[in-house]
Each structure stands twice: as structure tokens, then as C-alpha cells.
């Protein structure tokens, strides 16, 4: 072997070991991805949502996220979108959203630090939202996760004020994709007159996931806020009405719980007219 063919293969040799410490040292995609995933699904402290307004209608996720990470580690940021009528594969901006720190801290600077700043030409409107933990009975928190949505395409909303129609729903949720149906339980024998939740199940995961991560924070209908939650397909009629009793008597004595129960055991014959 002459020089040049010894000079060659030595620096065959440097650039095989080099490739070999780069591909050891740098993470493979698969790993980024699980890593980003694990940073979603990390628990939150309480009060750490932000509810921002006067959102300019071209913003979007990522300049949201942006602008609210100079202040601290963001968990989530969206824009809340509605589904574009001249264009149904597209979605318009609702001109608010929702962004969600890890540490109640960083929420808090934010809201003083960031108040009246500018995004996009728009001056921000903040306030913290509450939205994100409920009391129960027994003074018990219960924090609504963005995680546990499984494999659910359904959700369960509450609080639906009675004056809100069936149209109305439609409207609102069908904005995210489409639907597979939508079901309100009706009251028995009192006509049109609903029980005050339902049920709204989408073709897809994705679309189930975007309604549920804009409305779930600060949504209201009729003055009501819309209360969100992942509706579990096995779960029963009775188990619902055991669900619905506790949640709309939070905070009463056993009496008066026992009693809702027995009023929605009574009311709740018809679920749906569809």
C-alpha cells in the first residue's frame, strides 16, 4: 500500500468513528418525540391556565407559546379556533385563548408582566382562569387533565343552559370536525325541555382533542360556563346519574345529594329522541 492509499484509509477510519460518536451522542427522533410527548403529559401545579383576549385573528399556537415562554416553561398554548364556513377543511381564530404554565408562579408573573403587552399588533387581555379545578364535596379538588382522553372521541358536557338548542350545539362543536352525533337527554314527559348535559362524539380523536383543549378552560353558553369532560363509552345510565347528582349538589350535605340523585332517577327516562 502506497502513502496516498495509507493516507486515505486513515481518514476513512476518522470519519467512520466520528460518524459512529455523532450517532451515539444525538437522540434519535423517536426519542424527541417521546420526550415532547412526557413534557405534555407532566402534571401542572393548580391555577397555572391564563385566559387571553384580543388575540390578533392571524396569531398562532406557536407565536402564542412564544410569547409566553420568555416568562416561564409552558406546558400548553392554543388559540381557539372555529371551523371556517366558506372553507370546511379550515379553521378561523376566535380571537382568545388559553396558555398553561407547569409552575403557578410563572402563571402569575405572566399575568402581571404581560398584561397589555403586544402580540401581533394586539394588545393581550389576560386574567387567570379557574376553569382548570372544581370544587367537590368534601372540599376536594378535582383537576381536569388534558391527558385523560384515551381513546375517547366523545365528550360529556354539562351545565348546558335549557334556553340552548339543539342547533346551537351543532354550531359550536361542530366548528372543530365533524361529528359523529350529538345527544342531549331529554326530561320525560315535559316536552322539549332537556336535563342540562349531553353528549358530543366526533369522527376523530384529533377533533374530539382540539373542541375539548379550546372550550374545556372558559366557555360560556346563555351566561352558563360549559363544563367539559372525557365521556367514557362503557360508563352507564346509572352511573351517570350518580355522576350528574354529585356534581350539581357539590358542597351539600348526604341529604340533599341523596336527593338530586332520586330527582334524576325520576326525570331521566328518555336519553336521547334521536
Avoid: C
Amino acid at each position: 500500500m502506497d502513502a496516498d492509499e495509507s493516507k486515505m484509509e486513515h481518514s476513512s477510519t476518522n470519519d467512520d468513528e466520528e460518524g459512529e460518536e455523532e450517532a451515539e451522542t444525538k437522540p434519535a427522533k423517536g426519542d424527541e418525540k417521546n420526550d415532547a410527548e412526557a413534557e405534555e403529559e407532566a402534571e401542572a401545579e393548580p391555577e397555572t391556565t391564563l385566559f387571553v383576549k384580543n388575540l390578533n385573528f392571524e396569531t398562532t399556537d406557536e407565536s402564542l407559546r412564544a410569547k409566553f415562554e420568555a416568562v416561564g416553561e409552558v406546558r400548553s398554548a392554543v388559540v381557539s379556533k372555529k371551523r371556517d364556513p366558506s372553507k370546511p377543511t379550515s379553521t378561523l381564530s376566535m380571537g382568545f385563548g388559553f396558555v398553561q404554565y407547569f409552575r403557578r408562579a410563572d402563571a402569575q408573573r405572566a399575568l402581571k408582566e404581560l398584561q397589555g403587552d403586544l402580540l401581533d399588533g394586539h394588545s393581550l387581555e389576560l386574567k387567570l382562569s379557574h376553569r382548570e379545578s372544581t370544587a367537590e364535596a368534601g372540599g376536594k379538588r378535582k383537576t381536569i387533565s388534558l391527558t385523560d382522553q384515551g381513546d375517547s372521541t366523545k365528550l360529556l358536557v354539562r351545565n348546558l343552559p335549557f334556553q340552548a338548542s339543539r342547533k346551537e350545539l351543532q354550531q359550536l362543536f361542530g366548528a372543530f370536525g365533524e361529528l359523529r352525533s350529538l345527544r342531549i337527554p331529554k326530561k320525560t314527559g315535559s316536552g322539549d325541555a332537556h336535563r342540562g348535559f349531553g353528549f358530543v362524539d366526533y369522527l376523530t380523536k384529533a377533533d374530539a382533542k382540539r373542541a375539548f383543549e379550546a372550550l374545556v378552560h372558559s366557555t360560556h353558553l346563555y351566561g352558563r360556563r360549559l363544563v367539559l369532560e372525557w365521556a367514557k363509552s362503557e360508563e352507564t345510565l346509572g352511573e351517570l346519574r350518580e355522576k350528574t347528582a354529585e356534581h350539581f349538589a357539590t358542597g351539600a350535605d348526604r341529604r340533599a345529594v341523596g336527593k338530586a340523585k332520586r330527582k334524576i332517577a325520576e326525570d331521566l327516562a328518555v336519553i336521547d329522541d334521536d
